[in-house]
């Protein structure tokens, strides 16, 4: 703008001095920065909410499983008393053998609803989405992962996430900044850091589970992929059908 002014304003002498213009440039330069600053507390703001309502999930689901036991635990209890006022042994033995498990289950959903750290580490895909050797690794507290999983491949993505490796842990935060950091040089974002993807294929993170002595019940290390999969297959089909047709 300065050089146009300059050329447009010669004839009569009007220039623009370097003091106005070096205030002009810090100006738009401190504009940028705080509309830079305006949209990262934007999105903190929204991930903080993301959060928060996660937590709200997570503890309405750990307050419907101690109802749940406690009424199945109240009906054993009754049922108990029945069979022992009738001399049953051998059925009030397995009520009680069956309370105890009820018991066990409570106090364990106790202490993972008291520990805020615990939880379980998801480690995804979405092959037609973003391609082959990234994944999306990240942690939830929800009784059941899977429900996290399936919000997360809602319709801002095309397909369905493959699930490669769901890993219940005391310390879920922990595991998660801790694979993090081995993968800090695959990151895909770096601006934002909440954004959880890493340019990695499965099978090494994988191997980084196994390094760290976690204990993994299963993972599947080449993804399914199956709607992807398929959209591939009926696109060449129809690729096929229009060219014959073009060709005849």
């Known amino acids: 703008a300065k050089e146009t ?25 401190l504009t940028a920065d705080y509309l830079a600053k305006v949209a990262e507390q934007k999105e903190k703001d929204q991930e903080e909410r ?9 503890r309405r689901e750990f307050e419907r499983e101690q109802d749940r036991l406690r009424k199945e635990q109240a009906h054993y209890e009754s049922t108990l008393a029945t069979m022992r006022d009738q001399g049953d042994e051998a059925a009030a033995s397995e009520l009680e053998a069956k309370l105890n498990e009820i018991g066990d289950a409570l106090d364990g959903l106790s202490k993972r609803s008291a520990n805020i750290r615990a939880g379980h580490v998801y480690v995804i895909s979405n092959v037609g989405a973003f391609g082959p050797n990234m994944v999306k690794i990240g942690m939830t507290r929800r009784l059941d ?17 493959d699930v490669h490796a769901l890993v219940f842990s005391d310390d879920a935060v922990g595991l998660e900044t801790q694979l993090h950091h081995e993968l800090e040089t695959a990151r895909v974002n770096y601006v934002n850091m909440r954004r959880e993807f890493f340019r990695v294929d499965p099978k090494t993170v994988h191997q980084m589970l196994d390094r760290f002595g976690v204990t993994i019940v299963e993972y599947v290390e080449e993804p399914e992929a199956l709607e992807w999969r398929q959209s591939e297959n009926r696109r060449k089909e129809l690729l096929a059908a229009q060219s014959g047709a073009t060709v005849s």
């Open 5 to 29: 002014i300059v050329k447009l304003g010669g004839t009569m002498n009007i220039r623009v001095t370097e003091g106005y213009h070096r205030l002009r440039v810090e100006e738009l330069e």
């Open 50 to 58: 993301a959060r928060l309502k996660e937590e709200e999930i997570a």
């Open 145 to 161: 992962p899977m429900d996290r999983v399936r919000e997360l491949g809602d319709a801002s993505v095309p397909f369905h996430y």
